[in-house]
């Protein structure tokens, strides 16, 4: 009965529907629950002007290096070029990086980097900010509390991303259209 020509004709159906519809929902969720909250946290991090993205806020740098800017006394100017070709990266991924999910441009490079860069803000909460002093903030697998910001919160977060890096854009993307015969 499990071998029937009907239920391996529907498993095949199912199969292809995945194949379409899983990326487009993997990027509808990703736009619908985090395109917004990256973006204005970029928007946190502009300067003054039309180019405050090379000159961030000082308040871009307390939020990605919060301890060296403590040690600097919040004076800016006593950080590296290391510090602002960071956070001016970071600012920018924050802007790009979600639209081009947005749009289906890069998918699979964008998405990666987006897990990167939650990797990197997920660090940063934790030890930058002392996050991991506090057990709700890391949070804990398998107990029954699902609302730990790092552990539980971006689970999530990355496993809608994999989706993308492993499924592609889907059939509704500029990929698709630019390559036709791709994933």
Known sequence: MLNSPLLSHSAARLHRLGDALLPFLARFIFAAVLLFYFWNSAKTKLGDGIFGFLSPSSGAYVQIFPRAMEAAGYDTSQLTIFHWAVVTAGTLAEFILPLLILVGLMTRLAALGMIGFIIVQSLTDLFGHGGIAHAGTLGMWFDRLPDGLILDQR???VFCLLTLVFKGAGAISIDRLI?????
């Open 155 to 157: 689970a999530f977060w």
């Open 179 to 183: 390559f036709r015969n791709a994933p």
